[in-house]
């Protein structure tokens, strides 16, 4: 069985296993995502944020702890809805139990826009990078991040299982459907390079001011040999737009 979009996460066993992972001090997701994030994100104080695929909503809650205004995550599966309840109560947020697709998005509702790790999901991105563009306020600010491209290529170097020391990359201009094998699941992701994406957001409206590839630093790691590893190949692909 394969699980399209964010309904894997509504497998117990998954989202337990996925959690700890992710939580990991070393893990990609706080090692090289994060920071890359929070780089692209600048000051965000005082800012109106809405958080598409916002999962558990732990950056939401850093985000209120460290000065934004308010907080709208929106999130497909149930079982991270929840989640992000629990990390919210008592803070100025609020959540909608929704898919990027089907989120109606008001206009110019936003300073800042933030998808985490999500948009790989999606099989097209240009209506929700036009919708996003309109729910934003002018000069508004899009910052989003996806499994890198030269990953999402192929998955036949996770077929072996474990830490990988070697990745395949092939049919990376063949673009559309992936399934990649993932903590004992099938789940389906969508590859595009990095031209496409940069198209697509232009086309949106957006000027790209960053662009990010991860390239991992020291400070962020706990283990030395995990940082070698990192260093590699890149595994995280981020963007940061503006409005024009």
Wanted: a neutral charge.
């Amino acid at each position: 069985m394969k699980f399209k979009g964010s309904s894997v996460y509504e497998e117990k066993d998954f989202l337990a296993n996925y959690l700890q992972r992710r939580n990991r001090t070393d893990s990609p997701n706080n090692s090289i995502e994060k920071p890359m994030i929070y780089e692209l994100l600048g000051a965000f104080e005082n800012k109106q944020i809405l958080d598409l695929g916002c999962g558990d909503a732990q950056f939401g809650k850093e985000l209120l702890h460290a000065g934004a205004r308010r907080y709208h995550g929106v999130e497909g599966s149930k079982g991270m809805e929840k989640l992000a309840a629990q990390n919210l109560e008592g803070l100025d947020a609020c959540l909608t139990l929704a898919t990027m697709e089907s989120f109606d998005y008001p206009k110019e509702s936003y300073d800042i826009v933030a998808s985490r790790l999500a948009i790989h999901y999606l099989p097209t991105v240009e209506e929700v990078f036009q919708n996003i563009h309109r729910t934003l306020k002018p000069l508004g600010k899009f910052v989003f991040s996806v499994q890198h491209p030269l990953t999402t290529s192929t998955f036949e170097s996770k077929k072996s299982g474990g830490k990988r020391s070697n990745w395949i990359v092939d049919d990376y201009f063949m673009e559309g459907e992936r399934e990649e094998p993932w903590i004992d699941k099938l789940v389906v992701k969508h590859h595009r390079t990095i031209e496409s994406y940069f198209t697509a957001l232009t086309k949106a409206g957006f000027l790209v001011t960053g662009l990010q590839e991860g390239m991992p630093k020291r400070q962020h790691f706990e283990d030395e040999t995990e940082y070698a590893r990192r260093k590699r190949i890149p595994i995280i692909l981020a963007f940061g737009c503006i409005k024009q």
